[in-house]
């Protein structure tokens, strides 16, 4: 479902409201809680700028005793989920697809919270209209296995096709495959924000799946919270209050787009603030409430089974990735 | 090798007949068999089962994926019927809803163990229904702009949390299925091992079995027959050990029982035979002595000695002699074998020349072979070193050979050859004689024994010759040998050590 104005309109009031009378008993709350076992944290810093709810977290952080925050660059792909395993990056927005990936490959992480829903989109030349159309055709990713790759081997799979012969994969991370689009040399890739918003504005290239819109992918989230599994063993209260504020970040973005916007760019993690106020329209952000993440990792590991990309069941997956204690606590807490 | 050994021995060991054992062995083999065979027979159960588990999970999916055609359909229902109001598309609609009921009773029953999904998918149904009949019967009272609102409010995003409740159901099957499969690859997996391992175990102890009992009765079977060619070849003096405690440690043990036996009847007609030789050399040494006597007379007499001997008696005289000789010879033959069997001959070692010694036995023989018009050679090497031994009975046995042949070949050569080997000689006497069959070769060197016993009257011999030859070779630490076949005259040969300490 995309999101209209009113839906914004209605989040952003449910939010304040909700905020308000919240904040007051929040407060007196977390005096009696015990303190994080650690005030410093390592974020994720990536070219995807739909995870702008870890750029605005820092002062929601801040709030849960956690002054310090720390970006670490990382890629959006295989990089980024190895160093979740590692423990280079303490907490990351990162997508469900290379999550179960990494999982399969027997390295640690923990998921969780699922946090948005659709962010990517797939851009086709004229004349392919449907993933089914992509059989025999040549489609760009950064490399194998990173998240377009993943995302779009699931489409491949669910419509019938095998993503590894099926497919003609053109890998580049330079130039990007956005760049190999636009130069005629691949027949499709997967954009992730801002690279949408600038091929709408260009007014190039078709789309012909959204997943903020299209079934089954507008179903499911995108986006999950990640953790290093010994972060979560060891500082079980940070890790709590770090899931309650990348989440409250999420409202944020719903409630106070253009504040989002501004402080990510104001911040220097993208130069563009029309693309950062696009992607936060374009991206449905309000929907954390009500999705299931077990579900999305569910969905994601059978689609991943059946291109054989992963061997492990979801059920394994889950048992060996998820931890849902946390969400499940944060989402009592608001509401 | 010591495991093989340990195994054969264990086998052999068991108390238990030949017959036991093999059926034991057979029975085990069964048993593994059998076990195979149920291992294949649950494992095509379990197969069976998860094809029944998976069926039932497809058929959950097919439930799950009509419920979410359904309220698809059913929100292009309500939508059809407010962008045309009319009675036929609302009627339409009103039916759709209807088909939830049979939806939901269908879920349920396929999906028993998701209760608290479902009790939440009937619940937000009801509220699915509920809505969607108030914006039909608002649109049906000419209230379009209100069913528009409530359908946009409210009917759209249930029908999107009614679509995640059953992907959400779509994806636990799915997800089951997933491990159902798996389950079964590795039922099957397992179940390969498990039988691959019986087949291999199987085999393994078909081959160790086999291998061992046969090993348990053919090792005594081959200790036993060794046994017997021992006892033959006339020793007896070790037991056949076999551990086995079945029938063929019992024959073993009546094979040294009987050996024990066999020994102390050889050792009486040792006894015996010895007693014997002893007496015939006793009696040969008595029987020469006046036989010489009458020789010597005999000689006087036909010498004239004792005055002129008159015509009429000289040839019966001279036939005496002649039968004298002749038992002489017999009786010294007979003496020199009693002798040897009584183990009363030794040998006398000294240097001698192989040279001498044919050129002496040549010059004992040369008249008899003329007077048979026989051609008679010698072929020695020259420059031979001298050689140790008895010359007098190497001489003896050579000139044996020697005087057979004269006395077997009607015409034709005789030759004596000497060869040198590394350590030792050969002596070769060749003739053309009549020739032995390959059946006699054996017998002659026996004593007493010639190829027709008729011959020893017509050609008067004893035949003890060859058997002296024999004895003395042999005491020289030689061997003796002939070469023939009938017609073709024949070759005795002997070799004696060139040198004997």
């Known amino acids: 479902m995309f999101p209209t104005r009113r839906d914004f309109l209605f989040a952003g009031g449910a939010a304040a409201t909700a905020g308000l009378i919240w904040g007051d008993a929040r407060r007196r709350a977390r005096a009696q809680e015990a303190p994080p076992e650690t005030t410093r944290i390592r974020l994720a810093r990536g070219p995807s700028l739909c995870v702008m709810p870890q750029y605005v977290v820092d002062e929601l952080l801040a709030a849960e005793g956690i002054t310090r925050v720390d970006y670490i660059v990382s890629d959006s792909g295989p990089l980024l989920s190895e160093a979740i395993a590692s423990g280079q990056i303490d907490f990351a927005m990162h997508f469900s697809g290379p999550l179960v990936l990494l999982l399969d490959r027997g390295r640690k992480v ?53 993503p590894a012969k099926d497919i003609n994969w053109v890998t580049s991370a330079e130039p990007k495959p956005i760049e190999l689009f636009l130069d005629g040399k691949v027949d499709a890739f997967l954009g992730f924000p801002p690279e949408p918003q600038r091929l709408r504005a260009q007014g190039v290239g078709n789309v012909i799946v959204n997943s903020a819109q299209d079934r089954p992918w507008s179903q499911y989230f995108c986006c999950m919270l990640a953790s ?44 563009n603030y029309d693309y950062a106020v696009q992607t936060l329209s374009d991206v449905p952000y309000g929907r954390w409430r009500d999705y299931d993440p077990e579900d999305t990792i569910r969905f994601y590991a059978l689609r991943l089974h059946e291109a054989g990309m992963i061997k492990s069941t979801p059920d394994r997956i889950l048992d060996e990735g998820a931890d849902w204690r946390f969400l499940r606590e944060v989402r009592r807490e608001l509401g | 090798m010591g495991g093989r050994d340990a195994l054969v021995e264990y086998v052999g060991r068991i108390p238990a007949p030949v017959r036991t054992k093999l059926l034991a062995a057979f029975l085990l083999i069964e048993l593994l068999l059998v076990a195979l065979g149920a291992t294949g027979l649950l494992a095509l159960r379990e197969v069976e089962q998860r094809g029944g588990d998976l069926a039932g999970l ?35 609609a009103l039916r759709q809803i209807n088909q939830f009921g049979y939806d939901l009773d269908r879920v349920a029953f396929v999906a028993k163990d998701e209760i608290a999904l479902l009790g939440r998918l009937r619940e937000e149904y009801s509220r699915f229904i509920a809505i969607a009949t108030r914006v039909l019967e608002l649109n049906r009272a000419g209230q379009t702009s209100e069913a528009r609102q409530v359908q946009t409010a409210e009917l759209a995003p249930l029908a999107d949390r009614l679509e995640r409740l059953t992907n959400q159901l779509v994806n636990r099957a799915e997800a089951d299925m997933v491990n159902g499969v798996d389950a079964s690859r590795a039922t099957y997996e397992t179940s390969r091992i498990y039988v691959v391992a019986f087949a291999l175990g199987g085999f393994l102890l078909t081959l160790a079995l086999g291998y061992a009992i046969s090993w348990s009765i053919v090792t005594p079977v081959q200790e036993i027959d060794e046994r017997l060619n021992r006892i033959a070849a006339g020793d007896f003096s070790q037991n056949v050990v076999v551990a086995n405690r079945d029938e063929l440690g019992a024959l073993a043990e009546h094979v040294n029982s009987t050996c024990e036996r066999l020994q102390e009847l050889y050792q009486s007609l040792q006894d015996a035979s010895r007693h014997k030789s002893q007496f015939l050399a006793n009696m040969s040494h008595e029987l020469r002595t006046p036989l010489n006597a009458i020789l010597g007379f005999g000689e006087l007499m036909l010498d004239g000695v004792y005055g002129p001997v008159p015509e009429r008696m000289r040839a019966p005289l001279e036939r005496m002699q002649s039968n004298g000789k002749h038992l002489l010879g017999l009786i010294n033959d007979i003496l020199d074998l009693s002798k040897i069997e009584a183990g009363q001959l030794s040998l006398s070692l000294g240097e001698y020349s192989v040279d001498e010694l044919v050129r002496g036995v040549y010059g004992a023989v040369e008249s008899l072979a003329a007077e048979k018009k026989l051609a008679i050679s010698t072929r020695v090497p020259p420059g031979l070193p001298p050689a140790r031994g008895d010359e007098r009975r190497l001489a003896q046995a050579l000139l044996n050979l020697v005087g057979n042949a004269i006395k077997f070949t009607d015409r034709g050569e005789i030759a004596i050859e000497v060869e040198t080997n590394e350590d030792s000689y050969t002596f070769s006497v060749r003739d053309t004689g009549p020739g032995i069959a390959e059946a006699d070769q054996a017998k002659i060197f026996e004593e007493f024994r010639q190829v027709d016993g008729s011959i020893t009257k017509t050609k008067m011999g004893s035949g003890l010759g060859l ?10 630490g030689g061997r003796i040998w002939v070469d023939s076949s009938p017609g073709a005259g024949a070759t005795f040969s002997f070799t004696a050590p060139a040198r004997i300490n």
């Open chain 1, 228 to 271: 290093n599994p010994e972060f979560v063993r060891t500082k079980p209260v940070a890790a709590q209050r770090v899931v309650r504020a990348i989440l409250r970040a999420t409202d944020l973005c719903v409630s106070a787009p253009t504040k989002v916007a501004r402080q990510v760019v104001d911040r220097g993690f993208t130069p």
């Open chain 1, 110 to 162: 923990t998921m969780l919270a699922g946090v948005h829903v659709g962010c990517f989109e797939l851009f086709a030349k004229d004349g392919i209209r449907s993933v089914a159309d992509l059989k025999g055709r040549s489609v760009g990713a950064p490399a194998l296995e990173s998240s377009a790759h993943v995302f779009i081997s699931a489409m491949a799979a669910l419509v019938g096709l095998d």
């Open chain 2, 58 to 92: 497809q058929h959950k999916i097919d439930a799950y994926r009509q419920m979410q055609h359904d309220t698809l359909r059913q929100l292009y229902s309500v939508s059809a019927a407010l962008a045309a109001p009319d009675n036929a598309t609302l009627s339409g």
């Open chain 2, 467 to 476: 058997a002296i030859a024999k004895r003395i070779v042999e005491m020289h």
